[in-house]
């Protein structure tokens, strides 16, 4: 199987896009359950600042990776640890909003 390169940045740019619009639909749900509790609004507002931040990571790692010549360092650990951080927080944010 041949990888064409040149697709590298748009596979990113949809895995990260995915991601952050997964994160943005929990925001959604919840915030559909119930808007008069503090909890679930900000278990949403929560989600819409993950969302964006996974979606920026996206368009900066998608730039990257369309550059030439490619950086020394290509490997995206910190934005991933963070990502993951983040929406296992979230996680436990809305599990705590849902049971309230």
């Known amino acids: 199987m041949t990888i064409n390169s040149n697709t590298q940045p748009e596979r990113t ?4 896009t995915r991601t952050s619009l997964a994160v943005l639909a929990n925001g959604v749900l ?3 359950k119930d ?3 503090l909890v679930h609004i900000a278990a949403a507002v929560a989600a819409a600042a993950v969302a964006l931040s996974t979606y920026l990571i996206g368009v900066r ?3 990257m990776l369309a550059a030439r010549p490619l950086p020394d360092r290509i490997s995206p650990q ?5 990502t993951g951080v983040l929406v296992i ?3 436990l944010l809305s599990g705590f909003a849902l049971a309230v």
Do not use: G, H, N, P
């Open 30 to 32: 919840l915030s559909l």
């Open 89 to 91: 927080a979230l996680i």
């Open 35 to 37: 808007t008069r509790s």
């Open 13 to 16: 740019s949809l895995a990260w």
């Open 61 to 63: 790692r998608q730039r």
């Open 78 to 82: 910190r934005e991933v640890y963070l």
